[in-house]
């Protein structure tokens, strides 16, 4: 469960995302369950509770991450730290591609696909419907 967050801090840290999840990119109104703030480094490892340590997260991304800062990169066997949404730009380590899975540039995305489960099954059928929703005629 988080911490407490003030509600203004969570009605910035909401903005500032645009509504959408920052390690999905789910936008809540899509979601089955509400949006929440997350300790990007968790209170339990000194994690503040501060504008710069939140991200705005989907229920299942925010219990998938729960304290973790770091995976094992099933690629090289080494620790490599998760996504970091203050820090790190979403482009640089994550890809959507057109059948709405999410693939890795880096080892940090890799990681964190694996660990968050950012192509589980029930995110790629909301991806596909709103491609096809948005999707122009002829």
């Known amino acids: 469960m988080s911490e407490y967050v003030p509600a203004e801090l ?9 509504h959408r999840c920052e390690y999905c990119l789910l936008h809540e109104d ?8 997350d300790h990007i ?3 339990k490892h000194r994690g503040e509770t501060t504008e710069g340590n939140l ?9 998938g991450k729960g304290s973790d800062l770091a995976s094992v990169d099933e690629t090289t066997g080494e620790i490599v730290r998760l996504f970091h949404p203050r820090t790190d730009l979403w482009d640089d380590h994550l890809e ?14 890799r990681v964190t696909i ?9 995110l790629l059928a909301i991806r596909a419907l ?3 929703s948005i999707r122009k005629p002829g």
């Open 10 to 18: 969570r009605r910035l840290i909401r903005e500032r995302a645009g």
């Open 30 to 37: 899509d979601a089955f369950l509400p949006h929440e703030p």
């Open 41 to 43: 480094i968790a209170v």
């Open 55 to 63: 991200a705005w997260t989907c229920f299942v991304c925010n219990r």
């Open 96 to 109: 959507l591609m057109k059948d709405g899975s999410l693939s890795a540039r880096t080892a940090i995305g």
């Open 114 to 122: 694996s660990l968050l489960k950012l192509n589980r099954s029930e």
């Open 130 to 132: 709103l491609a096809k």
